[in-house]
Every structure is written in structure tokens, then in C-alpha cells.
């Protein structure tokens, strides 16, 4: 760790969902446009190891990094918003510090000493955000969950530790809460803000700066009362004002000075910021002046969050052609047969079939998949999105009945998606192994696989490189004893792995734009720079639309 490292704490109060995580990464942003290399970690107070198992209809998006780390989906806010390279020290749980300490405690690391959250747990954590502190000028930490939480408190009794350790020059705590507008008094409350502040300091933390989320500006007797009864100066209390589109925050927040205060509060100096790339990016969003509307045929349709990088990676999709998509959300189980298809299908301009596991919804995704072939609407499948789109070609053109994934149908006579037992794996130099019961655990590719293009098709046209490199989060491939059988009928494989072995993106021939990829492209894609496929599909679609 340098000695000058300064580091951010962000924290919530009054309740879930203000926005924790776009506040944490639109202040590495804004740090970044002052020239500051920054890096950005998330502590969740749950008990979970880590995501990679949680529910998403319960928790939202399981966002994966280039090493292969199952994180948070905050995860995703701040790789979007910042340069910062995120890995496996950039999130912890909870799960993860016992995990760890336990572990030391086994291996008699602690010499027989009684274990206590103060100071093993607490050093585990501190010790665990040190971990990100090198090569960076600031290291921002958000911590999960709301003020007043139990899980909490080991991680807020950490971080105020911290500016003990470190000196009060080089830790600043920004505090998010809630002024909400109460229409029938037609007023501000600052009251749930100050209970808030209140119960963060009654446990050892002053915050610097107050990040205040409401509907409207606030005017400055609202802010002199917070700062008054808070405890900070007057330009300390920010209005974090609801945004149209989440792009905005920064320039928001700097227009209310925050990043002047915090590099006050931290002591630095540094250029003034160049904002100018995200003023671009607003008025690029302001003026969009076309629009096509894609369908999601997934199954965790009722909670966004679900979806979160793929529904941010659609919306970049758009930026270059000047185009708003519009998302419908499908539920697959609704697709029963191909008249509900021309149904709920008949007017849009692209399907998507996203990732997902389980068998739920999967003959209703078929058969999108079958609609957007046959009708020539683009398509765009990615990773069991592929899967399906591979059983579609292999049922319906190829004539193989009843192919399917063996994730689906073990007992399928044609498993043309299947669980490979073994291969040699390039991205660690490793042979890699599983047999029919690895179905969980540690058994995922998981994370950055390269992969080789074969020239003149829509991937090699969409990336203009042969070379890429993608994420993967899966345990199923596409089945070689079908390749040539396939590509006979005119599938076209236009990726896979460099020594050819892992089919990672397939093709048709013949259609306007369908493509399947095995990894998940939406994990890469930003504002500043939307992912190449959702490029190419979205123009597809818009393509499509305009000749409708
Ligand atoms: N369920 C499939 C598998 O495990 C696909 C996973 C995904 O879409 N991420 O291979």
C-alpha cells in the first residue's frame, strides 16, 4: 500500500435502493476526470461467501470479472463508470471474512488466542481493503447494506478504526441518505437524515460529507438546518438529485461541488476536472432520435436488477446509431406456442434471449427462437440464450427430435448442449475435468476466455479484430459430435476457443443478423465505449424496423 493512498467510505442511511453504488462509482469517475487513478471495492454485510449462488430474483445480477470473481452487481456501476480493473479483492462478504479468519483460526495461525470480531473480524477487514490500496491514488469503499443493520457493524466498526490508523487527512466518510418531498405539508424532511447521522455517529463515525438523494434541489435553509444539525460544514451536504438517466450523476454531483470537498477533505491536489467526455455522453442521450424496441424472452422478468448490465450494454447498444431501445420483458413461460409468439413478438425489432439456469421457461424460449429464425427478426442469444438457439437449429432444421441441452433432459438422445468432460483449458494452462454430478459448485468457466474469429462473419465484421477476449459464467458447451452436423445445415461457427476445441459463438447463414454467444458480452460494454455485438444487433434491429 502506498503511504499517501486516501481512501472514501460510503455508507447509507434511512433505507435500501437510494443508490449507493452509482454514488460510489460516479465519485471514481469524477476523481478519475481530475487525473486520480482510482479503484473501488464493495464489503456486503451478508453471510454468503460471495453471490455466485443467490438468487436473482432475490439479489439482482451476479456481475462476473476478467478473473473469473462472482461479485456484487455494484460491481458492474463501477467498472461502467471508472478505468478501475476489479477482481477478486474487490468484494467481500460477510461469508468471505469468516471464511478467512476461521480459516487461520483451524491452521493455528492465532496461537491458541480467543477469536473476537474485535479485532480478528475487524482486522480481517481492514486488512482485506488494504489489499486493493496499491497503484492507486484513491481507493473508495462502499459498504453494503443501511445504517442500523446488525450484519453491519463489524464493517463500520472497521472502517472507524481506519482513520485512526491512517490519520484523518487520508479518510473521508460520505454518508447517503433520504430527504424525501412530503406533498401534503409541501415540504422537505431532514428529519430521517438526521436520526441517520445520529446513529452513525453513535457509533464512533463523523461523516464529512452528506450525500442527500431527493426529487428537487435543495434550497439552502434545508441544507444549513442538515448541516446544522449533522455536524458538517454547509458545503458539505450534497443534493443528490434524482437523475433521467443514471449517466448523469456525475455531472450532478459536481455541480454541487462534491468532488471540490472531498479532495479538500482528503487534502490533495489535482488538475481540474475534464468532464467533457461525459457532457458528450448527456447531450449524445438527450438528442437520441430514433428508436427500436427489444424483446428480453427471459425468465427473472420481474425484477430489473436481474438483468442489469444486459438492460445498461442494450442502452450503450443504441448511443452510436442515435437510437433509444426500448426493452419489453418477456416471461417465457407465457410463450406457449407460436401464435403467443406472433403475439408478444409480432411488433419488435430484435429478440434477445438472455443467460439463466434451470429448466423453467426453456420450450417457450425454443420457441422465440424459432420466430425471430423463420421471421428473419434480428437475434441476439447469449450464453443459455445460445444453448437454446442451438436446440432450435438442431430440432427444427437440422430434424434432430428432441435434441436438447443436457442440463434440460439428461436422458436427451441428441444432447447437443452438454456438460464436457474433459478439455484442455488455454486460459490456465490446465486440463480440466467434470463429470455428470459437478452440476454446482466449483465447476463454472468462469471469467475472461479468449477467443478467435473466423473472418467475414457477423462477429469478425461487428469486432473488427480475429482476437477477443470475453467472460464466461456456465457450466454447459456446445457439443462437438454435433459440429459438422450442424454446420452442414448451415450453422455458421464464427468463434471459438484459439485451439479451436470450445465453440463460443455460432451463426446462421441466411438470415439478417442471428448470432448466439457463449460468454456474457454485457459485462464489458460502456457508455464511452458500447460492446461491438450490442452495436452491431442494435443496428440490426434498427435495420429491421426501418424496413418493417
Ligand atoms: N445454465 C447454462 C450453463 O450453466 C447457461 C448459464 C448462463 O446462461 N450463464 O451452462
Avoid at 459448485?441 to 462473419?457: D, F, P, V
Wanted: net charge negative.
Amino acid at each position: 500500500m502506498g503511504d499517501s493512498t486516501k481512501f472514501i467510505f460510503t455508507t447509507g442511511g434511512v433505507l435500501s435502493s437510494l443508490g449507493k453504488g452509482l454514488a460510489s462509482a460516479a465519485i471514481g469517475a469524477l476523481l478519475e476526470s481530475r487525473g486520480l487513478r482510482v479503484t473501488i471495492q464493495k464489503l456486503d454485510p451478508y453471510i454468503n461467501v460471495d453471490p455466485g449462488t443467490m438468487n436473482p430474483f432475490q439479489h439482482g445480477e451476479v456481475y462476473v470479472t476478467d478473473d473469473g470473481t462472482e461479485t456484487d452487481l455494484d460491481l458492474g456501476h463501477y467498472e461502467r463508470f471508472t478505468h478501475a480493473s476489479l477482481g477478486k479483492d474487490s468484494n467481500f462478504t460477510t461469508g468471505k471474512i469468516y471464511y478467512s479468519v476461521i480459516s487461520k483460526e483451524r491452521r493455528g495461525d492465532y496461537l491458541g488466542g480467543t477469536i473476537q470480531v474485535i479485532p480478528h473480524i475487524t482486522n480481517e477487514i481492514k486488512d482485506s481493503i488494504r489489499r486493493v490500496a496499491t497503484d492507486v491514488d484513491v481507493v473508495i469503499v462502499e459498504i453494503g447494506g443501511t445504517i442500523g443493520d446488525i450484519e453491519s457493524l463489524p464493517f463500520l466498526e472497521a472502517i472507524r478504526q481506519f482513520k485512526v490508523d491512517q490519520g484523518p487527512e487520508n479518510v473521508v466518510y460520505i454518508h447517503l441518505t433520504l430527504v424525501p418531498y412530503i406533498p401534503t405539508a409541501g415540504e422537505l424532511k431532514t428529519k430521517p437524515t438526521q436520526h441517520s447521522v445520529k446513529e452513525l455517529q453513535s457509533i464512533g463515525i463523523v461523516p464529512d460529507i452528506l450525500l442527500c438523494r431527493t426529487d428537487r434541489f435543495l434550497p439552502d435553509e434545508i441544507k444549513k438546518k442538515i448541516a446544522l444539525f449533522c455536524n458538517v460544514g454547509v458545503e458539505a451536504v450534497i443534493t443528490a438529485k434524482d437523475v433521467d438517466n443514471i449517466y448523469e450523476v456525475p455531472l450532478v454531483f459536481h455541480r454541487e461541488g462534491l468532488d471540490d470537498q472531498i479532495i479538500k477533505k482528503l487534502n490533495i491536489w489535482t488538475r481540474s476536472p475534464r468532464l467533457d467526455a461525459w457532457e458528450a455522453l448527456i447531450d449524445r442521450i438527450n438528442s437520441l432520435d430514433t428508436k427500436v424496441t427489444i424483446a428480453i424472452v427471459g425468465k427473472y422478468v420481474q425484477l430489473i436488477e436481474s438483468y442489469k448490465s444486459l438492460n445498461e450494454a442494450l442502452f450503450h447498444g443504441g448511443l452510436p446509431h442515435n437510437c433509444k431501445v426500448n426493452l419489453e420483458f418477456i416471461d417465457s413461460e407465457e410463450i406457449v406456442d407460436q401464435k403467443t409468439c406472433r403475439n408478444l413478438l409480432g411488433h419488435v425489432d430484435g429478440v434477445l434471449v438472455p443467460g439463466g439456469f434451470g429448466s423453467r421457461g426453456i420450450e417457450g424460449k425454443i420457441r422465440a427462437v424459432r420466430f425471430a429464425r423463420e421471421q428473419r427478426v434480428p437475434f441476439f442469444g447469449i450464453c443459455l440464450g445460445m444453448h437454446v438457439a442451438t436446440i432450435e437449429f438442431a430440432r427444427n432444421v437440422v430434424g434432430l427430435k428432441d435434441a436438447n441441452s443436457a442440463e434440460f433432459d439428461k436422458k436427451t438422445p441428441h444432447p447437443v448442449i452438454y456438460l464436457m468432460l474433459e478439455w484442455y483449458d488455454e486460459q490456465t494452462r490446465t486440463v480440466q475435468k467434470r463429470d455428470a454430478d459437478s452440476d454446482k459448485g466449483a465447476s463454472m468457466r468462469l471469467g475472461a476466455y479468449s477467443c478467435t474469429l473466423k473472418e467475414e462473419t457477423l462477429a469478425a465484421c461487428a469486432y473488427g479484430t480475429p482476437d477477443i477476449s470475453e467472460r464466461h459464467r456456465h457450466r454447459y458447451e456446445f457439443n462437438n459430435d454435433y459440429r459438422q452436423q450442424l454446420e452442414d445445415a448451415g450453422l455458421i461457427i464464427s468463434g471459438t476457443s484459439p485451439n479451436g476445441e470450445l465453440v463460443e459463438i455460432t451463426e446462421i447463414a441466411d438470415h439478417p443478423w442471428f448470432l448466439g454467444c457463449q460468454f456474457h458480452p454485457e459485462f464489458k460494454s460502456r457508455p464511452m465505449d458500447p460492446h461491438p455485438l450490442f452495436k452491431a444487433f442494435i443496428g440490426a434491429a434498427l435495420g429491421f424496423s426501418r424496413n418493417k
